[in-house]
């Protein structure tokens, strides 16, 4: 690709997206994205989806700028409710709110959300430069990835993870193997039969992460807070733009965490059927890893909301890559894009960049316009979302309720929903009483439905033999790779316990740095 004539298409497709019509459509795709990424239950997907039949009526370039800047919003507003609430607005804003709520809690949500919104725009901006200037090189070897290459990607995810909880590992692998028994309710993918339905053809779609998690994190939360004598730490909580100029000069120290989780969200994002979940998990399970306050991760640590957040934002970026370039989606939300495509008479592909210029690079060039209106309107509303919690107790609780079964009801439109809801409050509640770690519940719930799909693919692929996870160099690198991040927290341990034996003076002191 010659770099001087992409700059000038990129100069042409700027030109495209800041027109008044096309900046209008932008503006309010972001408002909506950022409304839908807050309700719990809706998502990213959904909305697209709904809006889908609205770009009917526009022209092409108009309509995909209008679905990608709600795309954006969704990504941007799924760390609100994650921070403030401890609610996942979306799948991939879990790994945000492992910290970000803790953050929350200790009176510094304008922090938590300031460092969620500019990582996000640094992730997505370095994305869409890679985008602009690699996009066919970088698709062609997504090609060769399979399932195999995809289980093992995956499992490198689940490694990451792995160390998440420092508690009692017992109960850790008890949660994560819950998440994976909720994960098989449904349709069998390989013989098509029903699972765990127990006859009710309500189930026979399987139970959706969301409603689990509103409810194991949204109700559980408000029933832990009623014990706790109706008081929230952060109701003090106090906010200007100096607190959000004081987060940005730590960015600084973070520079390799952005690095890195940009770079590893772009790539999870092209690769065709994961997307921005996956990402957002493994990078922030590295940088607990390779983090010096790694130790520290849980308890409302900046890095922890950096990390993921730039991930997942990148990955969103590169899960777009896939679809023009090739004709194949790299998220369910890019799914429901290539639908429009086709909808609106385009055939993605190669010859795409050639015959319908001003539809591709003007979708290229409202990306740089998107993310930078939609950081401006986000930060700017900072001291709004972060005077939420400010809220008395009695009042904020029966509206997050209200927000609770709102989301939960409109995954699928069924009264059954509210109820698995209600059931995982209380299951919630009854976990963090009794000491189980919920990180892994929701990780394996998240992920486990692919990873399977992926595994049972490969066997086929296979002929049933697991050979085929080794004798494909990308599929053993990357599970190679997942044995060994599985394995550096008990190395790690090891060498702490030998150096804690050689100076036992300052293990402590070592240990806590």
Not at 96 to 114: C, E, H, I, R, S
Not at 470 to 498: E, H
Request: glycine share 12%; net charge neutral; aromatic share 12%.
């Amino acid at each position: 690709m010659d770099p001087v004539r992409t700059f000038h298409d990129l100069l042409y497709g700027l030109a495209v997206a800041a027109s008044p019509e096309n900046l209008m459509v932008a503006v309010v795709g972001l408002l909506l994205g950022t409304a839908i990424g807050v309700l719990p239950g809706l998502g990213g997907t959904n909305g697209v989806a709904l809006l889908l039949p609205l770009t009917f009526h526009l022209k092409p370039t108009a309509a995909i700028i209008l679905l990608a800047s709600v795309y954006w919003g969704a990504i941007f507003g799924g760390a609100i409710t994650s921070i403030l609430f401890r609610i996942p607005g979306e799948p991939w804003s879990v790994a945000t709110m492992f910290d970000g709520y803790p953050l929350a809690k200790q009176g510094k949500p304008g922090v938590a959300l300031t460092a969620a919104f500019t990582s996000s725009f640094i992730g997505a901006f370095v994305a869409i430069v890679l985008f602009t200037f690699f996009a066919p090189p970088l698709a062609e070897l997504a090609l060769k990835f399979g399932p195999p290459e995809n289980f093992a990607v995956l499992l490198l995810a689940f490694a990451t993870i792995a160390g998440l909880e420092s508690g009692d590992p017992v109960k850790a692998v008890l949660m994560t193997f819950l998440g994976l028994l909720l994960a098989t309710v449904g349709f069998d993918i390989v013989s098509g039969s029903p699972r765990m339905t127990f006859g009710s053809v309500a189930l026979q779609s399987g139970v959706n992460f969301v409603i689990i998690a509103i409810g194991v994190f949204g109700l559980g939360e408000i029933l832990l807070t009623v014990e706790e004598a109706l008081r929230i730490e952060g109701l003090r909580a106090r906010l200007s733009f100096r607190d959000v100029w004081e987060t940005w000069k730590m960015f600084p120290r973070y520079v390799w965490t952005i690095i890195r989780s940009t770079l590893l969200g772009f790539w999870i994002g092209v690769l065709p059927g994961t997307g921005a979940t996956p990402a957002s998990f493994m990078s922030y399970g590295i940088a607990r890893q390779f983090s010096p306050r790694g130790s520290r991760f849980g308890t409302g640590e900046v890095e922890g909301v950096v990390a993921p957040e730039t991930a997942a934002h990148a990955a969103g970026v590169g899960a777009l890559l896939p679809m023009v370039t090739l004709g194949i989606p790299g998220s369910p939300t890019a799914a429901v894009m290539l639908a429009g495509f086709f909808i609106w008479g385009l055939n993605p592909g190669p010859l795409l960049f050639q015959e319908n210029r001003e539809f591709v690079w003007g979708l290229i060039g409202s990306m740089y316009l998107a993310n930078v209106i939609g950081v401006l309107i986000v930060l700017t509303l900072v001291p709004a979302f972060a005077a939420i919690v400010r809220i008395p107790f009695a009042i904020l609780a029966p509206l997050i309720t209200i927000l609770c079964s709102i989301g939960a009801y409109a995954v699928n439109n069924q009264v059954l929903d509210l109820w698995i809801m209600l059931g995982s409050g209380l299951a919630g509640y009854l976990f963090k009483k009794l000491g189980y770690p919920l990180a892994p519940l929701v990780v394996a719930l998240v992920l486990g439905d692919m990873t399977e799909q992926a595994f049972r693919q490969s066997l086929i692929m296979g002929q049933g033999s697991p050979a085929i996870f080794f004798t494909r160099p990308i599929a053993a690198f990357f599970l190679a790779a997942a044995i060994a991040v599985f394995l550096l927290p008990f190395a790690r341990n090891v060498v702490r316990r030998a150096r804690g034996g050689a100076v036992p003076a300052e293990a402590p002191g070592a240990a806590g740095s």
